[in-house]
């Protein structure tokens, strides 16, 4: 008996790349890298500015960053870093509850807890921002649209590395991702994926306390940099003289909103001062993908029962009391509607007034998935 052959090995199947709901074209299988015809660096306006002015436009291409002054009130920014606080159940004025013991579910927790990532989602205070206007209008000047969805992601509140938060306890790695400075993206590809990110500062920056660091000179020289590097460099860590591509840390005070390109090299430098914290809002936008139903009823389900959000495997959810069992769904404006997706772009502005909120029934986009 003749043995039949093997059938041939399936190659991998390429994402799904759906279009954005947007007139200029934006394609991602995810949701958070997208393919154009155009490089954000290299992008020309259609739409005139709404926030930015043109030397921040100019800023934002040259040097892969900008800075939009107090996007939220400061006295909002300043609710959010209570908020924080009061989460976690750590006491601002007592620095030992910061380092009270407490179980890891894995190794990837006790990194999280280091890093002082605090595992809210959708407390009311986090969707203020999100839906503000002049967060949403500087997320329009950079993608140049404004059919967009928000990023459904978490607070930092990191305190001085030491103790348990101490970043000594996380075993250094030779390559890949690597806290102090990276890409978002894989720099090696021949057509490297569009993708933006930001934050909210919710107190003052100091020097002792770190924070946000990135390398805007790198970003500039990028393609004369590349040229010299060999061909099996690292795809997402730098290695480069500092002397010559110096790393720098912006001055943030409450309420200003940081975005920068996936191709500007950053991090978060340690806390080394005595007694302060490092608090910040992470916060996105991108073009939205109306037409990935999938997507679109997970980000809408986790928004209206508080569940943990899936586009990051890193977002984990509290360890002690979920969101879920702690407080109400968010209220939202018609923008907020939008930006989750629960009402399409595309639909009738007057079908979108009042405040959306966790009423029975099916969310808006069932129709469309």
């Known amino acids: 008996m003749t043995t039949p052959p093997a059938p041939a090995p399936r190659r991998p199947r390429s994402p799904y790349l759906h279009r954005a709901a947007t007139e200029r ?15 954000l660096r290299e992008l020309r306006k259609t739409r005139p500015l709404r926030v930015l002015s043109e030397e921040d436009f100019a800023h934002w291409q040259t040097y892969g960053y900008v800075i939009v002054r ?32 407490r179980p890891f579910r894995s190794e990837l927790d006790q990194q999280l807890h280091i890093y002082g990532f605090v595992e809210a989602y959708h407390h009311q205070l986090l969707w203020d921002s999100r839906q503000a206007q002049r967060v949403y209008d500087a997320f329009v000047d950079v993608w140049d649209c404004e059919e967009l969805w928000v990023t459904l992601d978490r607070l930092n509140l990191n305190p001085p590395n030491i103790r348990n938060r101490d970043r000594a306890l996380i075993e250094p790695t030779d390559r890949g991702f690597d806290i102090e400075l990276h890409w978002d993206i894989d720099t090696t590809l021949g057509v490297p994926p569009q993708r933006v990110q930001g934050i909210i500062a919710l107190n003052d920056t100091s020097p002792e306390t770190g924070g946000f660091q990135c390398d805007p000179e790198l970003f500039r020289r990028f393609e ?38 996936g191709l500007l090299a950053h991090g978060v430098a340690r806390n080394a001062s005595a007694d302060g914290v490092r608090a910040v809002q992470y916060l ?21 029962h508080l569940r943990t959000p899936r586009w990051n495997r890193t977002l984990v959810g509290d360890p002690v009391l979920h969101e879920s069992r702690r407080y109400p769904t968010a209220d939202l404006t018609p923008l907020g509607s939008r930006l989750l997706g629960l009402t399409s772009w595309h639909e009738d502005p007057a079908d979108a007034t009042g405040p959306a909120t966790a009423s029975p029934g099916e969310p808006a986009c069932a129709a469309s998935a």
């Open 25 to 39: 074209p934006y394609f991602s299988a995810d949701g958070e890298s997208y393919l154009a015809a155009t490089t």
């Open 70 to 101: 107090e996007a939220i009130p400061a006295a909002a920014a300043r609710r959010l870093l209570d908020f924080a606080w009061d989460f976690q159940g750590l006491d601002p004025d007592r620095p030992d509850s910061w380092y009270e013991d």
């Open 224 to 261: 004369e940099w590349k040229l010299g590097q060999p061909a099996d460099r690292d795809p997402i860590r730098p290695d480069l003289d500092r002397a010559e591509y110096p790393v720098v840390r912006p001055d943030l005070h409450p309420g200003d909103l940081l975005i920068w390109n």
């Open 284 to 304: 996105s936008m991108m073009p939205a993908l109306e037409e990935h139903a999938k997507l679109r009823r997970s980000r809408v389900e986790s928004w209206r």
